[in-house]
């Protein structure tokens, strides 16, 4: 800041030194008039103190100049930043909320941000939650999920590691009613005594069990026979067609291999003589049949053929007479499953096929699946309208939680896993309310631009 004493009606400027910044400036004389100044004062304000300075230097008188004054802006210094931050001892530093550095004051706006970077995390959201969902689950979430239950469940176990998980499903309302963790391979007693706390549950409320849908694996028999009695047991339909379709590929891929077989091996170079063509000609013949075969090997399990896919099939197994006999039996099975029929007559469709399947060797070493006692439970569902013929319910529970297996959690604990799964149902209680809320909103907001055009 210069300043030139000791006549006021000198000049008083102001300048910025060495990247110092001025805080206030006078009215200062734009005129000079003759006057016996002695020297001028140089005075530098720092952040902590003034440092002043005296230099020889004369002062100019001019004659004849016609003294005036214009007033310059006043630079005013803000007490504060425009971005509120916890308040400091001094005008610029480390802030303890915020990650960010403060900058000098700038212009009339106060003090700005120099630089801007993520922060410290706040400490809301770290809280712990898990043990309190396992208390919300074991009441609030049961007395609703009970509330609707529609007596038809679905049961199915999950491995996760060297730890196996339990569920037990609504399979109408596809809630999630009792889970289990164990950290060992589940045994027949593990199941009933899994079976026994759930109809705990629902004695506790006057409720039963109709219809109990699982796979096939040979550990839910006996205890559901054991814990829930007369009880009907749907073997799920989509795992015992899964396994014939499995059986019925792998007859196919069989065809494929003795056809390979067939195949005349040839000497090396280019063909030459009559005999070479015939061979080279047969050999690409083959090929074209296995590969047909490997194509169109969807074609063998698909459901409904469209007219298309008929003619397709009926081409690829022109001089395969036992794989037309598989896509015939392949529809038998189906038919099967139809629910304009009884459980009685679907049986003596099944005992039919047995028999006409018998009568092939090797079809009836590939189909050993349809002599299955789960093809017999899965047919029981044609006598209860209500009861669901698959274990969608709690594959949709399992492929739930795999995925959470991958995106959320990655520790392997027995308490870990069933409080992630906790929180996890406790999402689903608050789920209903959330939907309702926001569907509210849509109508009300939708309803007031109507209003409004």
């Known amino acids: 800041m210069l300043k030139i004493y000791p006549n006021p009606n000198l000049s008083g400027e102001a300048e910025i030194i060495n990247g110092g910044h001025v805080h206030y400036v006078n009215i200062a004389h734009t005129g000079f008039a003759p006057s016996p100044a002695g020297f001028t004062i140089w005075e530098i304000l720092l952040r902590a103190d003034r440092e002043t300075s005296l230099l020889?230097?004369?002062?100019?008188?001019?004659?004849?100049?016609?003294?005036?004054?214009?007033?310059?802006?006043?630079?005013?210094?803000?007490?504060?930043?425009?971005?509120?931050?916890?308040?400091?001892?001094?005008?610029?530093?480390?802030?303890?909320?915020?990650?960010?550095?403060?900058?000098?004051?700038?212009?009339?706006?106060?003090e700005i941000i120099g630089s801007l970077f993520r922060g410290l995390p706040f400490r809301t959201g770290l809280r712990r939650r898990e043990k309190k969902a396992e208390v919300t689950v074991k009441t609030?979430?049961?007395?609703?999920?009970?509330?609707?239950?529609s007596s038809y469940i679905a049961a199915d176990e999950l491995y996760d590691g060297p730890f196996c998980v339990l569920f037990i499903v609504d399979n109408h309302k596809f809630n999630r009613l009792y889970y289990e963790v164990l950290d060992h391979n589940p045994t027949k007693e593990d199941m009933v005594q899994f079976f026994k706390h759930f109809k705990r549950m629902l004695d506790a409320r006057n409720l039963a069990v109709k219809g109990i849908t699982t796979d096939g694996s040979p550990l839910y028999p006996e205890p559901i026979a054991e814990v829930f009695g007369e009880a009907e047991h749907q073997s799920c339909q989509f795992h015992v067609i899964q396994e014939i379709n499995k059986a019925i590929l792998k007859a196919v891929a069989q065809v494929r291999r003795e056809v390979k077989q067939k195949k005349i091996k040839r000497l090396r170079g280019r063909t030459c003589g009559r005999q070479a063509k015939r061979i080279a000609q047969k050999n690409k013949r083959l090929q074209e049949k296995i590969a047909n075969l490997f194509e169109y090997r969807y074609l063998f399990v698909k459901?409904?053929?469209?007219?298309?896919?008929?003619?397709?099939?009926q081409r690829i197994t022109r001089g395969f007479k036992q794989l037309r006999s598989l896509r015939l039996i392949m529809d038998e099975v189906?038919?099967?499953?139809?629910?304009?029929?009884?459980?009685?007559?679907?049986?003596?469709?099944?005992?039919?096929?047995r028999r006409r399947v018998r009568r092939?060797?090797?079809?009836?070493?590939?189909?050993?699946?349809?002599?299955?006692?789960?093809?017999?439970?899965?047919?029981t569902f044609l006598d209860d309208s209500l009861l669901p013929a698959t274990s969608n319910a709690v594959e949709r529970a399992n492929r739930r939680h795999r995925k959470m297996q991958k995106s959320i959690y990655r520790v392997r604990t027995r308490d870990h896993i069933s409080q992630r799964i906790?929180?996890?149902?406790?999402?689903?209680?608050?789920?209903?309310?959330?939907?309702?809320?926001i569907n509210t909103l849509h109508w009300s907001r939708s309803g007031e631009k109507q209003k409004a055009g």
């Open 140 to 149: 609030d979430y049961i007395d609703k999920a009970l509330s609707e239950f």
């Open 56 to 110: 020889p230097i004369r002062s100019t008188a001019a004659q004849n100049v016609t003294i005036t004054s214009m007033r310059t802006w006043m630079i005013w210094h803000c007490p504060k930043a425009i971005i509120p931050i916890a308040w400091f001892q001094w005008r610029y530093g480390w802030s303890l909320k915020m990650a960010c550095r403060t900058d000098r004051p700038h212009g009339i706006y106060g």
């Open 422 to 437: 906790a929180i996890d149902m406790q999402r689903d209680l608050y789920m209903a309310d959330q939907k309702t809320t």
């Open 334 to 353: 189906y038919r099967l499953f139809d629910r304009r029929c009884r459980m009685d007559t679907a049986l003596e469709k099944l005992a039919k096929l």
């Open 303 to 313: 459901h409904r053929l469209s007219e298309k896919e008929k003619r397709t099939l």
């Open 360 to 379: 092939f060797t090797k079809l009836r070493e590939t189909l050993k699946k349809l002599w299955s006692p789960n093809l017999e439970k899965a047919l």
